[in-house]
C-alpha cells in the first residue's frame, strides 16, 4: 500500500490556518513595530536564561548538541531521504507535498529574515554564536516541517512533536534568538504545511474527477 496524504476538509484547514497566521502576523507586527512590552519580555527572558546558561557550562554542552543536532540541515537530509523512498514507493504525490512543504516553508523563511532584518541578541560573554538574521527562527521553522512531513507520511512517530518545542528552547537558551523569534517560527512552520497539504489534497480532488467512470484514479 502506498503513502498517501491523509484527507482534510477546507472549513478545517481555513480554521487551523487562521489560528497560525493571526498570531505570527501580530507578533511580525509587534516586533517590526518596536512594541515595548514584547521587545522587554524577549530581553528579560534572554537576560535571565543567559546567566542560566553561563552559571550551568553541562546545560549549555547539552543544548549546544540539541541545536546541532537539530539543525535545518538535518531536517532537510530526512526529507529528501523521505521523498526518495516515496518515489520508490510509487507515492509522488505525497513526495511532491514533502519537497514543496520543505523548499515552500524554507524559502519563506528567508524572504522574512531579509524582509524584517532583526538583529540576533548581543550579549555579554555569549556562549554561543550565529550568522544572519533573527526573525523568524530558521531552526524553529524547519524543525515543525521537518517533523510534521514525518509524522503525515507515518502518523505512529507522533511523539516527534516534542523536537520542535526543544529545538526552540535551545535557541533561546544559548543566546542566538529571541522569544518572539522562535515562537514565530513555530508558528509559520505550523502553518505552511496545512496549507500545502490542503492545496495538493485539492488538486488530487479535481484529478479523481477527470477520470472516466470505471477507471481507478492513480496517483501521479
Known amino acids: 500500500m502506498r503513502p498517501d496524504l491523509p484527507e482534510v476538509r477546507a472549513s478545517a484547514v481555513a480554521l487551523v490556518a487562521v489560528l497560525l497566521l ?15 512590552p514584547l521587545h522587554e519580555l524577549d530581553r528579560d527572558v534572554t537576560d535571565t536564561l543567559h546567566d542560566v546558561a553561563q552559571a550551568s ?10 541545536t546541532n543536532i537539530f539543525h535545518p540541515n538535518v531536517f532537510r537530509v530526512a526529507a529528501l531521504v523521505l521523498v526518495i523512498w ?6 509522488r504525490r ?15 523563511g528567508g524572504l ?36 510534521a512531513v514525518l509524522v503525515v507520511v507515518f502518523p505512529r512517530l ?20 529571541w522569544t518572539s523569534d522562535v515562537l514565530a517560527g513555530l508558528l509559520l512552520g505550523a502553518a505552511v504545511p496545512v496549507i500545502t497539504l490542503a492545496v495538493f489534497r485539492r488538486f488530487a480532488v479535481r484529478a479523481s474527477d477527470r477520470v472516466p467512470d470505471g477507471e481507478p484514479a492513480r496517483q501521479r
Not at 30 to 35: C, K, N, R, Y
Not at 57 to 66: A, D, H, K, R
Not at 94 to 108: E, H, K, Y
Open 158 to 177: 507522533r511523539w516527534l512533536w516534542i523536537i520542535p518545542p526543544v529545538t526552540a528552547l535551545t535557541r533561546v537558551v544559548l543566546g542566538v534568538h
Open 57 to 66: 557550562p553541562f546545560l549549555t554542552t547539552v543544548m549546544s548538541w540539541l
Open 112 to 147: 522574512l529574515k531579509l524582509l524584517f532584518e532583526r538583529a540576533r541578541p548581543e550579549l555579554p560573554d555569549p556562549v554561543s554564536h550565529a550568522i544572519g538574521y533573527a526573525f523568524p527562527s530558521g531552526h524553529a521553522l524547519n524543525s515543525v516541517l521537518g517533523v
Open 94 to 108: 505525497t513526495a511532491a507535498w514533502v519537497a514543496v512543504t520543505m523548499i515552500a516553508g524554507g524559502l519563506l
Open 22 to 36: 493571526i498570531p505570527f502576523a501580530m507578533l511580525a507586527a509587534l516586533m517590526a513595530g518596536g512594541w515595548q
Open 86 to 91: 516515496l518515489v520508490r514507493r510509487r507515492a
